[in-house]
């Protein structure tokens, strides 16, 4: 059974950081391209940033270029978001995903995700 567990959410004042992991198990995480995607409530689910099976690839938004940056463990099977300079509109709850193909990651959807985390909540106040 395929297991993906996000942490490290909490309340952060605006120009703080924070640190999310994700930690995967029941699958072999190192031929997973992974992601991390985040929704406020009213609006579709977005994606923040993308990163390939090696590392050697990573992908952002527009919005959070500059200031988050993701990276993986293959052998700790856990991939990371670390989030700077962080702004009330990232206020949002923040999923992780896998995907076999990366196709979704290299396009930036989330459409074709293979697995979700159940998500992690982040609160940024002003």
């Known amino acids: 059974q395929v297991q993906l567990v996000e942490s490290g959410g909490g309340v952060v004042q605006a120009g703080g950081s924070l640190r999310l992991s994700c930690a995967a198990s029941?699958?072999?995480?190192?031929?997973?391209?992974m992601g991390w995607f985040r929704q406020v409530p009213g609006k579709e689910r977005e994606f923040v940033a993308g990163i390939s099976w090696s590392g050697s690839s990573t992908y952002y938004a527009e919005s959070v270029k500059g200031r988050f940056a993701i990276s993986r463990d293959n052998a700790k099977n856990t991939v990371y978001l670390q989030m700077n300079s962080l702004k009330p509109e990232d206020t949002a709850v923040y999923y992780c995903?896998?995907?076999?193909?990366?196709?979704?990651?290299?396009?930036?959807?989330?459409?074709?995700?293979?697995?979700w985390g159940k998500g992690t909540l982040v609160t940024v106040s002003s």
């Open positions: 995903a896998a995907d076999r193909g990366m196709t979704s990651i290299r396009l930036g959807t989330r459409d074709g995700m293979d697995y």
């Open positions: 029941g699958l072999t995480f190192s031929s997973y391209g």
